[in-house]
Protein backbone atom coordinates (compact mmCIF):
# COMPACT_ATOMS: atom_id res chain seq x y z
CA UNK A 1 0.00 0.00 0.00
CA UNK A 2 1.43 3.63 -0.81
CA UNK A 3 -0.02 7.16 -0.96
CA UNK A 4 1.34 9.60 -3.54
CA UNK A 5 1.84 13.20 -2.58
CA UNK A 6 3.31 16.63 -4.14
CA UNK A 7 6.96 17.45 -2.57
CA UNK A 8 8.44 20.76 -3.54
CA UNK A 9 11.99 20.89 -3.99
CA UNK A 10 14.54 23.60 -3.02
CA UNK A 11 15.92 24.70 -5.93
CA UNK A 12 15.64 27.00 -8.60
CA UNK A 13 14.00 26.23 -12.03
CA UNK A 14 17.10 27.32 -13.72
CA UNK A 15 19.20 24.88 -11.94
CA UNK A 16 16.88 22.25 -13.17
CA UNK A 17 16.63 23.50 -16.71
CA UNK A 18 21.15 23.81 -16.20
CA UNK A 19 21.42 20.04 -15.20
CA UNK A 20 18.34 18.96 -18.00
CA UNK A 21 20.23 20.78 -20.46
CA UNK A 22 23.36 19.08 -19.95
CA UNK A 23 21.50 15.67 -20.08
CA UNK A 24 20.25 16.67 -23.26
CA UNK A 25 23.43 17.44 -24.70
CA UNK A 26 25.05 14.24 -23.28
CA UNK A 27 21.95 11.95 -25.18
CA UNK A 28 22.75 13.84 -28.16
CA UNK A 29 26.46 13.32 -28.35
CA UNK A 30 25.85 9.50 -27.52
CA UNK A 31 23.12 9.49 -30.31
CA UNK A 32 20.24 8.19 -28.08
CA UNK A 33 17.02 7.75 -29.77
CA UNK A 34 13.59 9.58 -29.05
CA UNK A 35 11.23 7.07 -26.92
CA UNK A 36 14.09 4.69 -25.86
CA UNK A 37 14.50 6.50 -22.36
CA UNK A 38 12.22 5.84 -19.13
CA UNK A 39 12.72 9.41 -17.88
CA UNK A 40 12.54 12.75 -20.15
CA UNK A 41 16.02 14.76 -19.61
CA UNK A 42 14.01 17.31 -17.03
CA UNK A 43 12.69 14.20 -15.15
CA UNK A 44 16.14 12.92 -14.97
CA UNK A 45 17.56 16.22 -13.35
CA UNK A 46 15.15 16.42 -10.92
CA UNK A 47 15.88 12.71 -9.66
CA UNK A 48 19.78 14.12 -9.69
CA UNK A 49 19.05 16.90 -7.56
CA UNK A 50 16.52 15.31 -5.06
CA UNK A 51 19.75 12.74 -4.49
CA UNK A 52 21.76 15.55 -3.82
CA UNK A 53 19.47 17.96 -2.17
CA UNK A 54 17.73 15.59 0.20
CA UNK A 55 19.68 12.27 -0.11
CA UNK A 56 16.66 10.84 -1.00
CA UNK A 57 17.50 7.00 -1.00
CA UNK A 58 17.88 4.96 -4.66
CA UNK A 59 14.96 2.73 -3.64
CA UNK A 60 12.55 5.69 -3.06
CA UNK A 61 14.12 7.46 -6.09
CA UNK A 62 13.55 4.21 -8.43
CA UNK A 63 9.86 3.73 -6.85
CA UNK A 64 8.78 7.39 -7.36
CA UNK A 65 10.04 7.32 -11.22
CA UNK A 66 9.09 3.84 -12.22
CA UNK A 67 12.10 2.47 -12.75
CA UNK A 68 14.33 -0.41 -11.77
CA UNK A 69 16.56 0.34 -8.78
CA UNK A 70 19.53 -0.15 -11.66
CA UNK A 71 18.36 2.06 -13.81
CA UNK A 72 18.32 4.84 -11.30
CA UNK A 73 21.75 4.42 -10.55
CA UNK A 74 22.55 4.71 -13.82
CA UNK A 75 20.25 7.65 -14.31
CA UNK A 76 22.01 9.43 -11.06
CA UNK A 77 25.69 9.04 -12.08
CA UNK A 78 24.93 10.19 -16.01
CA UNK A 79 24.41 13.28 -14.04
CA UNK A 80 26.91 13.17 -11.62
CA UNK A 81 29.29 12.69 -14.92
CA UNK A 82 27.51 15.82 -16.87
CA UNK A 83 28.08 18.11 -13.69
CA UNK A 84 31.69 16.63 -13.54
CA UNK A 85 32.65 17.32 -16.56
CA UNK A 86 31.81 21.05 -16.05
CA UNK A 87 34.14 21.58 -13.00
CA UNK A 88 36.53 24.39 -13.19
CA UNK A 89 40.13 23.49 -13.45
CA UNK A 90 42.11 25.01 -10.51
CA UNK A 91 44.61 26.79 -12.88
CA UNK A 92 41.64 29.21 -13.99
CA UNK A 93 40.28 29.34 -10.45
CA UNK A 94 43.40 31.18 -9.39
CA UNK A 95 43.44 33.45 -12.22
CA UNK A 96 39.74 33.85 -11.85
CA UNK A 97 40.86 34.82 -7.81
CA UNK A 98 43.28 37.37 -8.81
CA UNK A 99 41.34 39.03 -11.41
CA UNK A 100 37.98 39.66 -8.42
CA UNK A 101 41.14 40.96 -6.26
CA UNK A 102 41.12 38.76 -3.48
CA UNK A 103 44.57 38.79 -1.60
CA UNK A 104 44.44 34.83 0.16
CA UNK A 105 42.56 31.94 -0.35
CA UNK A 106 42.08 29.09 1.92
CA UNK A 107 42.87 25.70 1.91
CA UNK A 108 41.29 22.92 3.96
CA UNK A 109 40.39 19.37 4.43
CA UNK A 110 37.03 18.20 4.81
CA UNK A 111 36.20 14.08 5.58
CA UNK A 112 32.94 12.79 3.92
CA UNK A 113 31.68 10.10 5.57
CA UNK A 114 30.81 6.94 4.18
CA UNK A 115 29.24 3.52 5.18
CA UNK A 116 31.95 1.15 6.83
CA UNK A 117 34.72 0.19 4.32
CA UNK A 118 37.00 -2.55 5.39
CA UNK A 119 39.48 -2.31 2.73
CA UNK A 120 42.92 -3.14 4.27
CA UNK A 121 45.59 -0.10 4.52
CA UNK A 122 49.61 0.02 4.91
CA UNK A 123 49.20 0.04 8.45
CA UNK A 124 48.44 -3.50 10.00
CA UNK A 125 44.73 -3.26 11.03
CA UNK A 126 44.13 0.17 10.32
CA UNK A 127 41.47 0.49 6.90
CA UNK A 128 42.46 2.56 4.38
CA UNK A 129 39.42 4.58 4.52
CA UNK A 130 39.16 4.80 8.57
CA UNK A 131 39.76 8.77 9.97
CA UNK A 132 41.76 8.40 12.90
CA UNK A 133 40.80 12.25 13.42
CA UNK A 134 37.06 12.03 12.77
CA UNK A 135 36.70 8.14 14.37
CA UNK A 136 35.22 7.08 10.93
CA UNK A 137 35.18 5.96 7.62
CA UNK A 138 35.16 8.44 5.08
CA UNK A 139 36.67 10.18 1.98
CA UNK A 140 39.47 13.44 2.49
CA UNK A 141 38.57 16.13 -0.12
CA UNK A 142 40.60 19.20 -0.29
CA UNK A 143 38.88 22.64 -0.69
CA UNK A 144 39.90 25.94 -2.29
CA UNK A 145 37.82 29.24 -1.02
CA UNK A 146 37.54 32.64 -1.25
CA UNK A 147 38.46 34.81 1.40
CA UNK A 148 34.63 34.79 2.41
CA UNK A 149 34.22 30.87 2.65
CA UNK A 150 32.66 30.64 -0.95
CA UNK A 151 34.13 27.39 -2.45
CA UNK A 152 36.30 28.19 -5.24
CA UNK A 153 37.54 24.42 -6.23
CA UNK A 154 37.56 20.76 -4.78
CA UNK A 155 39.94 18.01 -5.42
CA UNK A 156 40.19 14.14 -5.89
CA UNK A 157 39.07 11.59 -2.92
CA UNK A 158 41.54 10.75 -0.65
CA UNK A 159 41.32 7.50 1.70
CA UNK A 160 40.43 8.79 5.12
CA UNK A 161 43.51 7.37 6.74
CA UNK A 162 45.88 10.02 4.95
CA UNK A 163 46.11 13.42 6.51
CA UNK A 164 45.77 16.68 4.81
CA UNK A 165 49.15 17.17 4.07
CA UNK A 166 49.42 13.93 2.37
CA UNK A 167 46.06 14.22 0.76
CA UNK A 168 47.38 17.73 -0.54
CA UNK A 169 50.51 15.86 -2.28
CA UNK A 170 48.72 13.28 -3.65
CA UNK A 171 46.60 16.26 -5.83
CA UNK A 172 48.96 16.42 -9.01
CA UNK A 173 48.46 20.23 -9.08
CA UNK A 174 47.16 21.56 -5.54
CA UNK A 175 50.68 22.35 -4.31
CA UNK A 176 52.20 23.36 -7.03
CA UNK A 177 49.47 25.78 -8.14
CA UNK A 178 49.26 27.25 -4.74
CA UNK A 179 53.20 27.82 -4.71
CA UNK A 180 52.48 29.71 -8.00
CA UNK A 181 49.85 31.76 -6.20
CA UNK A 182 51.94 32.91 -3.11
CA UNK A 183 54.90 33.29 -5.33
CA UNK A 184 52.77 35.74 -7.05
CA UNK A 185 52.37 37.74 -3.79
CA UNK A 186 49.37 36.32 -2.82
CA UNK A 187 48.79 34.32 0.48
CA UNK A 188 47.42 30.66 1.49
CA UNK A 189 45.83 30.07 4.82
CA UNK A 190 45.48 26.97 6.36
CA UNK A 191 45.60 25.05 9.68
CA UNK A 192 48.13 22.84 11.46
CA UNK A 193 47.12 20.14 9.69
CA UNK A 194 49.28 21.44 6.57
CA UNK A 195 52.26 22.14 8.73
CA UNK A 196 54.70 19.57 6.28
CA UNK A 197 54.56 22.60 3.59
CA UNK A 198 55.50 25.86 5.65
CA UNK A 199 56.77 27.14 2.28
CA UNK A 200 53.30 27.45 0.84
CA UNK A 201 50.85 27.44 3.49
CA UNK A 202 50.87 30.25 6.25
CA UNK A 203 49.58 28.46 9.16
CA UNK A 204 49.09 29.12 13.17
CA UNK A 205 52.37 28.96 15.68
CA UNK A 206 51.90 25.20 17.33
CA UNK A 207 52.38 25.52 20.96
CA UNK A 208 56.18 24.74 22.16
CA UNK A 209 55.83 21.57 24.33
CA UNK A 210 56.36 22.47 27.51
CA UNK A 211 56.37 26.25 26.87
CA UNK A 212 54.29 29.01 25.75
CA UNK A 213 53.46 30.97 22.69
CA UNK A 214 54.77 34.82 22.70
CA UNK A 215 52.54 37.47 22.70
CA UNK A 216 53.48 38.50 18.85
CA UNK A 217 52.63 34.48 17.89
CA UNK A 218 49.30 34.87 19.84
CA UNK A 219 48.31 37.81 18.43
CA UNK A 220 49.22 36.50 14.81
CA UNK A 221 47.42 33.23 15.67
CA UNK A 222 44.74 35.47 16.25
CA UNK A 223 44.55 37.16 13.37
CA UNK A 224 45.23 33.72 11.42
CA UNK A 225 42.26 32.32 13.19
CA UNK A 226 39.88 35.34 12.62
CA UNK A 227 40.59 35.01 8.41
CA UNK A 228 40.64 31.44 8.29
CA UNK A 229 37.58 30.27 10.27
CA UNK A 230 35.57 32.15 7.43
CA UNK A 231 37.42 30.43 4.92
CA UNK A 232 36.33 26.99 6.29
CA UNK A 233 32.43 28.19 5.68
CA UNK A 234 33.20 26.82 2.20
CA UNK A 235 33.39 22.34 3.99
CA UNK A 236 30.18 23.50 5.94
CA UNK A 237 28.17 25.32 2.63
CA UNK A 238 28.51 21.90 0.53
CA UNK A 239 27.27 19.73 3.15
CA UNK A 240 24.55 21.79 4.18
CA UNK A 241 23.62 22.44 0.93
CA UNK A 242 23.86 18.97 -0.44
CA UNK A 243 22.72 16.24 2.24
CA UNK A 244 24.06 13.46 0.15
CA UNK A 245 27.51 15.06 0.95
CA UNK A 246 27.03 13.74 4.34
CA UNK A 247 27.51 10.38 4.29
CA UNK A 248 28.09 8.60 0.89
CA UNK A 249 26.54 4.89 0.58
CA UNK A 250 28.68 3.41 -2.15
CA UNK A 251 32.63 3.10 -4.09
CA UNK A 252 34.41 5.68 -1.77
CA UNK A 253 36.44 6.49 -4.62
CA UNK A 254 33.58 7.77 -6.31
CA UNK A 255 33.70 11.20 -3.55
CA UNK A 256 35.71 13.19 -5.47
CA UNK A 257 33.50 13.24 -8.63
CA UNK A 258 30.23 13.94 -6.61
CA UNK A 259 31.73 16.38 -4.44
CA UNK A 260 32.98 18.30 -7.92
CA UNK A 261 29.43 17.81 -9.13
CA UNK A 262 28.09 19.73 -6.23
CA UNK A 263 30.48 22.43 -6.10
CA UNK A 264 29.17 22.89 -9.99
CA UNK A 265 25.80 22.98 -8.53
CA UNK A 266 25.93 25.12 -5.98
CA UNK A 267 27.97 27.62 -8.37
CA UNK A 268 25.33 27.59 -10.57
CA UNK A 269 22.46 28.01 -7.90
CA UNK A 270 24.23 30.84 -6.92
CA UNK A 271 25.56 32.41 -9.78
CA UNK A 272 28.67 32.71 -8.67
CA UNK A 273 32.16 31.42 -8.98
CA UNK A 274 34.73 33.42 -7.45
Known sequence: ??????????????????????????????????????????????????????????TQLARDNALSVSTAYEYRDEGIDVLVARQPSLHGVLLAAKAAGHGHVTVDGTLIYTDRNHTPGPTASVDLWWSGKHHHHGGNIQVVSAPDGWPLWTSGVRPGREHDTTAARADPDLLALIA???GNGHLSLADLGYQGEPDIFRIPF??????????????YNAVHGALRCLGERANSLLKTTYKALRR??????????????????????NNRTT
Request: aromatic share 8%.
Open 248 to 269: YRGCPWRLGGIVAAALVLLHHE
Open 1 to 58: MSVTYEAVLSVSEDSVGFVSGLLHAERQRRGTRKGTRCLSTYQQAVLVLRWFLDDTGM
Open 206 to 219: KKPKGGELTVDQQT
Open 180 to 182: TWV
